[in-house]
């Protein structure tokens, strides 16, 4: 939703603008930008097609934007064409690769940070390194992102610069049912209590922690957990194995246009991951107001701050995920309280206030 809304606003603001994505469709209506697709295909494949087409594109570009985080290869597109590029980075992709291949044994992206691993991981790195030091800017999510250049891979830090993602979602007054409505509409039984995940289903995002903390909820506890991912049968046969079947429903991916209902419908909302770079469901949970417990990791702290709009658990750490979780289902007072703080906290993460600075620091790279 993110390069829509922005490029929308771009061209808003009298700019030209063309987005390269990957994607099924071989034509795409009702966006006011062209788009020029990438088919599904092998990952080599997939790239070398968007390596040629942002070649292809950049000849009469003023600035790339990049939304990918493995971006050698659209990064040195631009640089062939001798146009500056900007990185929104959302993760520090080189700990991405590694996990999801297993080449660290697990480690999250804080101790990965300055610890040596295999050849594999130090290629991986040094070709991020280099394509970071291609770019004109890099633009960064969180400040527990921005960080990350600056002390872990030597980039300047004037070159790094902080624009907060920008919620641009339903807002509370867009989703006029009340908690039982929302129940009704998607089938849920009026007499459970739910607490919903939103996730991809990876590793990290910790979905097995969530349910043995279900464990020791009350029976009329419930989970729904709305996404898929390679962790999607594991986590499935851990809640078999946990007596869970009948309270942990796995509702694969859902249409985004039903998610604000599944957040109105539900007592708690739970991000239990090790990693996240700004959440973009953290910001509409809290646009929308559902009590929120996560993990107090990387980009989350920026958006909850424990005891004040939500609470902050350790990661990996079942009982303490419960003890938050139980907390806020006895006392409803203190969810409601949760839920204004946050709504007034949103004013950090609006597209009137990030999409400017964007603008802004495009222009200024452009002209440069």
């Given at each position: 939703m993110y390069v829509p809304s922005i490029g929308q606003y771009l061209i808003d603001r009298g700019h030209q603008v063309r987005v390269v994505a990957f994607c099924s469709q071989e034509h795409h209506t009702g966006y006011p930008f062209e788009v020029v697709p990438i088919p599904f295909a092998s990952l080599p494949v997939r790239y070398l097609r968007a390596f040629f087409a942002v070649l292809r594109e950049a000849k009469n570009a003023d600035v790339v934007y990049v939304q990918e985080h493995l971006a050698l290869l659209h990064v040195l597109a631009a640089?062939?064409?001798?146009?500056?590029?900007?990185?929104?980075?959302m993760v520090d992709g080189s700990w991405e690769?590694?996990?999801?291949?297993?080449?660290?044994?697990?480690?999250?992206?804080?101790?990965?940070?300055?610890?040596?691993?295999?050849?594999?991981?130090?290629l991986t790195r040094r070709l991020q390194r280099l394509w970071w030091g291609w770019c004109s800017k890099l633009i960064s999510c969180s400040d527990f992102l921005r960080r990350i250049p600056i002390e872990s891979y030597g980039v300047p830090s004037d070159k790094v610069k902080l624009i907060y993602n920008a919620y641009h979602g339903p807002s509370a007054d867009?989703?006029?049912?009340t908690p039982a409505q929302a129940r009704e509409k998607l089938g849920l039984a009026p007499d459970k209590r739910y607490?919903?995940?939103v996730c991809r289903l990876m590793v990290w995002k910790g979905v097995d922690g969530i349910l043995r903390a279900l464990q020791g909820l009350p029976d009329d506890?419930?989970?729904?957990?709305?996404?898929?991912?390679?962790?999607?049968?594991p986590w499935k046969a851990l809640a078999a194995e946990l007596g869970l079947e009948g309270r942990a429903?796995?509702?694969?991916?859902?249409?985004?246009?039903?998610?604000?209902l599944y957040i109105r419908a539900s007592e708690t909302f739970v991000l239990n991951s090790e990693y996240e770079g700004l959440s973009h469901t953290l910001l509409e949970v809290a646009a929308l107001g559902t009590p929120i417990v996560c993990t107090g990791v990387c980009g989350n702290p920026e958006v909850v701050a424990d005891g004040e709009n939500g609470f902050l658990v350790p990661p990996k750490?079942?009982?303490r995920l419960r003890e938050a979780i139980s907390r806020l289902l006895a006392d409803p007072d203190l969810g409601?309280?949760?839920v204004a703080e946050s709504r007034a906290r949103m004013s950090r993460f609006t597209r009137e206030g990030t999409f400017p600075e964007v603008e802004r620091l495009l222009a200024s790279v452009a002209r440069s």
């Open positions: 640089k062939l064409r001798g146009v500056p590029a900007v990185i929104r980075i690769i590694a996990h999801r291949k297993g080449w660290i044994g697990g480690d999250d992206i804080n101790v990965y940070q300055g610890k040596k691993y295999g050849l594999r991981v130090a867009d989703v006029p049912e607490v919903l995940t506890v419930e989970l729904l957990v709305a996404g898929d991912g390679d962790m999607l049968e429903h796995f509702l694969g991916n859902v249409p985004h246009e039903r998610i604000p750490d079942p009982e409601r309280r949760f």
